[in-house]
């Protein structure tokens, strides 16, 4: 099975600090995603890696910044955490194979800035 | 840009009964993907079925099936005697093939549904 881990379930930090959420993925995908979801929006994109070093801004992705360096993770960095940034993250990984584009997702980091 | 659109945030079935999740899209691409994600009190997204807009044929699994009309846009989830855990969060999805680099990939996700399950 293929196993999408996120460092943290919960995550606590205050105004001004520097944060890193990671993920990991176990099944050499080349595709990896960082959603935030709120309620009432649904998951909104931040940003969207398709191969080592290689990424795209998604729909949101003012105030975050992202990271990939091998391939099997891919870190979501906040440079200054800001209330308006609470919300729960998700990470998600997809093979580039055609006809096998679903995501599989890690189960989540809710993140209260304070 | 695509963008996908469930304008119901909740709905209600009585256990044992069908119940139908709505779900339009826009895009001017000819070839993409579909999917019904579930998002259980647990959190984790779980992958309920997929659609490639070539296949003519509506995809099932098990109690679930979609109503894929492409001319319409639209991408309905249905869900046949319904059961409590069926009771979540619903997403529908959309993505177009990758490019050779990989890029311009994305997936798209409405804002969910919530659904409940009556005993």
């Known amino acids: 099975d293929v196993k999408v881990t996120q460092s943290s379930r919960y995550l606590v930090k205050r105004t001004g600090e520097k944060v890193f959420l990671e993920c990991v993925q176990d099944?050499?995908?080349?595709?990896m995603f960082w959603y935030r979801q709120d309620p009432g929006l649904g998951l909104r994109l931040i940003y969207f890696?398709?191969?080592?070093?290689?990424?795209e801004k998604g729909d949101i992705p003012e105030g975050y910044s992202v990271s990939r360096e091998k391939k099997e993770r891919f870190s979501l960095i906040l440079e200054s955490a800001s209330t308006n940034q609470t919300s729960m993250y998700l990470c998600a990984s997809s093979p580039r194979v055609r006809g096998r584009t679903e995501a599989f997702f890690g189960q989540g980091t809710r993140l209260t800035v304070v | 840009a695509q963008t996908v659109t469930q304008s119901q945030p909740e709905m209600s079935v009585q256990e044992a009964e069908t119940v139908t999740l709505s779900c339009t899209y826009d895009t001017s691409e000819s070839d993409y993907y579909l999917f019904w994600y579930k998002q259980p009190p647990s959190r984790q997204m779980i992958l309920v079925i997929r659609?490639?807009?070539?296949?003519?044929q509506n995809a099932t699994e098990n109690r679930f099936s979609v109503n894929f009309q492409k001319a319409a846009k639209s991408f309905s989830l249905k869900i046949s005697d319904s059961q409590l855990g069926d009771a979540a969060m619903y997403f529908c999805a959309y993505r177009t093939p990758a490019s050779k680099t990989g890029a311009n990939s994305k997936l798209t996700f409405g804002k969910g549904i919530t659904l409940s399950v009556r005993p």
């Open positions: 659609q490639e807009a070539y296949k003519q």
């Open positions: 099944m050499d995908h080349e595709n």
């Open positions: 890696s398709y191969d080592v070093k290689m990424k």
